[in-house]
């Protein structure tokens, strides 16, 4: 017996999807031109380990995702008001 899959429910997960994929990049990309604007500040004091250096000069994936999810936020408002 075959199932009918309805277009409506594919196109619904992949809006899902890319919106949390577009999400990602945007704010990956948002955050590497600022980094090539204001770069990590080094730290001179002998007192830091090399791992804790590490650690303080990176962005996490929130970050990231947070940034973007600001920047895309009323691109996705107007496709949620749309569908």
Request: aromatic share 20%.
């Amino acid at each position: 017996m075959r199932v009918e899959k309805s277009m409506e429910g594919w196109l619904f997960v992949l809006i899902i999807v890319f919106s949390v994929i577009a999400v990602f990049f945007v704010g990956l990309f948002a955050v590497k031109i600022y980094r090539k604007i204001k770069p990590f500040e080094e730290v001179e004091s002998e007192g830091f380990s090399i791992s804790v250096s590490h650690n303080i000069q990176s962005d996490g994936f929130f970050k990231t995702y947070f940034i973007g999810l600001i920047l895309c936020s009323p691109i996705l408002y107007y496709f949620y008001t749309m569908l």
